[in-house]
């Protein structure tokens, strides 16, 4: 298979993964449609934090990157498994009674895990370790911060991440795609994670002038266009435009183009459903992912909930949000307590 | 707080960020109208989600009054205050703020009208944007190290023997750079250990310590003659560099 075809693979195969994985939690809507647009967001904003659930108790406990590789294919089985069962769920349901129902809902289930499953591991044995290697390569933070805190251990990074507080660790997830396809790390960061990246942001912004414009179709696509535009015409080096634009594979890109944006869409989801518990789960999931991302996160998501709760509370009146939101912000504000502590706790210890 | 002024601090400080890091001044024009068309012709949801977080940020964490205690408190760094510049959605507050306008004006020709402006205007400002994209190349170089760098690794790599070579480099770009062009090299703290004013004693010491396989200075560097003086005798150069392997 040729280099662009197996590019081309993977990015399909990234966008169906995020598109099952976003079936766990639906946004929903009043009309009781799903949107694509939506179903990826959310798909996004679970898949980087069972990411981050994964990788960082397992990081933390010095388990080889190859180890993590195997753990997150499974990891990945189960959801899209899950998610396929829960959409046929509804045809189940017609097809016959109830024990016959579970019991296809059963060996659906088994087989699509299995599908999977083996899919995942079998492509992932001879290729993860090479991966591994290229992930150590490509993310410099990996090693500055174990030259910062591991001391005379530069280097262990290559097949463990001895660290407390390891970055980049999304990369694991990109990187997963690598190993899968055989494509080389450059091209799957740059293109098909760039492409994707940029396509969401799109899609995101689309559907939040949608549900701003109270639901019209043609000036929420103009909308779209507009903003893509100026994202290309606006960009400097430095600027939200820019981090999103040319760096959407970085986790600043993706923290300002997709998770900000997506946050901003399932507060608009709560301004119209305040009591919809999916929403609930994703705002504490984009929480989460937020801090698989980027460090700059554990100050900027907190600010962009602040902005976007204050409102949302006002409005509708359910000061109980304010509960909520203090959830969601859960594991952002313990990563800025440890990046407070941390230091001091080196410090204490050597 | 002696010296201390929300000028000094705030307002300049906020306005050498903006100038330096964000979008051309043009645009935040346009973001300001936008954002003043969604408060005053907006329905309410764009003004509860795009106007209202927007003015928040400029009351708070944008105002010169305020951040620089923000930033004297350590919750982010002088260096990395630009980064909160993000919060700002001003690609949204433009094309909202227009589809905003376009809906105060009569449905069909002056509406279109009004949106082909709009996207004539948006493509005149793409022009720079598209050259500057029309003259991106592909570097020769894929991993964008020094050439010095490279003929080093390739060395250590090919000849050592070793699966993952622990290599000490007096150069500290390249102890930052080298398992960038190679994940198989491990970076010794050797010199940071000996520091850059070691003597003949302390390089010795520091060897004891850390065991490098491979050490990688620069030819005319004060190490290189410690090096000598201890017996050890180069294996391979560079132009600029001379390779001892430590036994």
Redo the contacts between chains.
């Keep these: 298979m040729s280099l662009y075809f197996r590019t081309g693979l993977a990015a399909v195969v990234e966008l169906m993964v995020l598109f099952l994985v976003g079936g766990l939690a639906p946004f929903g809507s009043r009309s009781g449609k799903q949107s694509v647009s939506e179903t990826l967001c959310a798909g996004f904003v679970i898949y980087y934090a069972m990411l981050e659930v994964t990788v960082l108790p397992l990081a933390w406990a010095g388990v080889s990157l190859y180890v993590i590789f195997c753990i997150w294919a499974g990891e990945l089985s189960l959801m899209c498994a899950i998610s396929v069962v829960l959409h046929f769920r509804g045809f189940f349901a017609e097809v016959g009674a109830h024990a016959r129902k579970y019991r296809f809902a059963a060996v659906e289930f088994l087989l699509v895990l299995a599908g999977a499953g083996a899919v995942f591991l079998a492509v992932l044995i001879p290729s993860g370790r090479d991966v591994s290697?290229?992930i150590?390569?490509?993310t410099?933070d990996l090693?500055?911060d174990s030259?910062g805190l591991v001391?005379?251990l530069?280097?262990?990074t290559?097949t463990s991440c001895p660290m407390p507080v390891m970055l980049s660790r999304y990369h694991i997830g990109a990187e997963f795609y690598c190993a899968l396809f055989e494509i080389p790390c450059?091209t799957q960061m740059k293109l098909v994670q760039q492409g994707i990246n940029v396509l969401l942001s799109l899609l995101i912004?689309h559907r939040?002038?949608y549900?701003?414009?109270?639901e019209k179709r043609v000036?929420s696509a103009?909308?779209?266009?507009?903003?893509i535009?100026?994202?290309?015409?606006?960009?400097?080096?430095?600027?939200?435009?820019g981090?999103l634009v040319d760096s959407a594979w970085t986790g600043?890109g993706m923290l300002?183009g997709i998770l900000?944006?997506g946050l901003?869409l399932i507060?608009?989801g709560l301004?119209e459903e305040p009591d919809r518990q999916q929403l609930h789960v994703l705002g504490m999931c984009a929480g989460v992912a937020a801090v698989s991302l980027s460090r700059?996160s554990i100050?900027?998501f907190p600010?962009?909930l602040?902005?976007?709760i204050?409102?949302?509370v006002i409005?509708k009146r359910e000061p109980g949000l304010i509960m909520h939101a203090l959830l969601w912000m859960v594991l952002p504000l313990s990563a800025s307590v440890l990046c407070?502590l941390h230091p001091v706790l080196v410090f204490a210890a050597g | 707080m002696t010296g201390y002024s929300a000028y000094e601090s705030g307002f300049s400080f906020l306005r050498k960020t903006i100038r330096?890091?964000?979008?051309?001044g043009f645009?935040l024009v346009l973001a300001a109208a936008g954002l003043f068309l969604i408060i005053l012709l907006g329905?309410?949801?764009?003004r509860?989600?795009?106007a209202?977080?927007t003015v928040?940020?400029f009351l708070?964490?944008l105002n010169p009054f305020v951040f620089p205690a923000f930033i004297r408190g350590?919750?982010?760094s002088g260096e990395?205050y630009?980064?909160?510049?993000?919060?700002?959605?001003?690609?949204?507050l433009?094309?909202?703020g227009?589809?905003t306008l376009?809906?105060r004006m009569k449905k069909g020709l002056p509406r279109n009208i009004f949106?082909l402006a709009?996207?004539v205007v948006?493509?005149i400002?793409?022009v720079p944007?598209l050259k500057t994209m029309a003259d991106l190349r592909l570097p020769s170089d894929?991993y964008m190290t020094d050439e010095q760098l490279q003929m080093v690794c390739n060395y250590i790599i090919d000849e050592s023997g070793i699966d993952?070579p622990?290599v000490a480099f007096d150069n500290e770009e390249y102890r930052?750079?080298a398992?960038?062009?190679?994940?198989?090299?491990?970076?010794?703290?050797l010199f940071e250990d000996a520091g850059d004013t070691a003597s003949v004693q302390a390089m010795n010491k520091s060897l004891r310590a850390?065991h490098p396989d491979f050490i990688v200075v620069r030819k005319e560097s004060d190490a290189a003659s410690y090096l000598d003086e201890l017996g050890m005798s180069e294996e391979a150069y560079t132009r600029e560099y001379l390779v001892y392997r430590h036994t």
């Excluded at chain 2, 329905?43 to 764009?46: E, F, K, L, R, T």
């Design positions: 290697g290229t150590a390569q490509m410099t090693y500055h030259a001391g005379g530069y280097g262990e290559l450059l912004a939040i002038f549900r701003l414009t109270g000036p103009i909308g779209a266009i507009f903003y535009v100026l994202l290309f015409t606006s960009r400097t080096s430095f600027s939200s435009a981090v600043n300002v900000l944006p901003l507060l608009l301004y700059t100050y900027l600010l962009a602040c902005a976007g204050i409102p949302l409005s407070v | 330096l890091y964000e979008q051309p645009f329905m309410q949801s764009g509860l989600f795009l209202f977080p928040f940020f708070t964490v350590g919750a982010v990395d630009y980064r909160l510049l993000w919060l700002i959605p001003y690609g949204m433009i094309a909202f227009t589809i376009a809906y949106y709009v996207l948006l493509g400002t793409a944007s894929i993952e622990e930052l750079s398992r960038e062009y190679s994940a198989a090299l491990r970076i010794s703290h850390w």
